[in-house]
């Protein structure tokens, strides 16, 4: 119903003159993509998805077959790596809004190793960088859980029988590890990409969408949009192209999932 409601409402246009909505076709969605700040925020959340996705179900994959080894202290690191899925997001940006102050802790230990202070969230360069950090240290390691419990789920017998083979640890990962470890992995990864999509506190905490529009991703541009601009119908056009956005991106990832299971 809520979908159905913002394609519906994405129609019309609100009219102060007429002081009611006044349907327009496709008109909203004409207007966001000849708007500049709408094909930048576009362009923004996409960058942004190609870069992180990875970067978050890579070292999520790595740090489950690390802390599934039984080496001494790999629960304590594990738990640390955990530790950030209890801290609400909005109380993550605080707590990264203090680090990445040009006296925070970020530049402390930058000068420590001789690096000059940087600007991090005021940088157009670095401030979308900063949000993927941030984020990253909130959901690593909540993907690293699923991927640990499908790790859980590889019979060790089968190492152990590679391992009498000659094996290496490498042949093992890529032989073993990676095709039983192929559902856990494809869900993750449509998951990330589905959250990822749906950022918001983060940006409206630390950046606000700046420095020019360098952080300004498709969720924050809905709220400013329909609330700070007011224009609701275009608002939910927004909400509709995201959407569509994230069921194509999700549609291609199942895709080439699936073509390499066949």
Request: aromatic content about 12%; some cysteine; glycine content about 8%.
């Amino acid at each position: 119903m809520p979908a159905g409601s913002a394609l519906w409402e994405s129609f019309f246009h609100k009219s102060l003159l007429g002081g009611g909505d006044v349907f327009v076709g496709l008109g909203n969605y004409v207007a966001l993509f000849t708007n500049p700040g709408f094909l930048g925020a576009l362009g923004v959340t996409v960058l942004f998805t190609i870069l992180i996705n990875p970067i978050q179900v890579g070292v999520a994959f790595l740090l489950a077959v690390l802390y599934t080894k039984r080496s001494a202290g790999s629960r304590v690191w594990r738990s640390l790596v955990i530790l950030p899925i209890a801290v609400p997001p909005a109380v993550s940006a605080v707590i990264w809004s203090v680090i990445y102050r040009p006296d925070g802790l970020a530049n402390s230990f930058l000068s420590l190793v001789g690096i000059p202070p940087q600007p991090f969230l005021t940088s157009q360069q670095q401030a979308l960088w900063c949000i993927i950090v941030l984020l990253s240290w909130i959901g690593v390691g909540y993907w690293m859980l699923f991927l640990i419990a499908g790790l859980n789920d590889i019979p060790h017998s089968y190492y152990e029988a590679a391992s009498l083979d000659g094996a290496s640890a490498w042949r093992q990962l890529w032989s073993i590890t990676f095709p039983l470890l192929r559902r856990p992995l494809a869900f993750v990864l449509v998951a990330d990409t589905v959250s990822n999509f749906l950022v918001f506190a983060p940006v409206q905490i630390l950046t606000k969408g700046g420095p020019q529009g360098a952080t300004n991703l498709l969720m924050y541009d809905i709220y400013n949009r329909a609330y700070t601009l007011g224009d609701l119908n275009k608002a939910q056009a927004e909400v509709i192209i995201l959407v569509l956005l994230t069921v194509a991106v999700v549609a291609v990832q199942f895709r080439l999932l699936r073509s390499e299971e066949s």
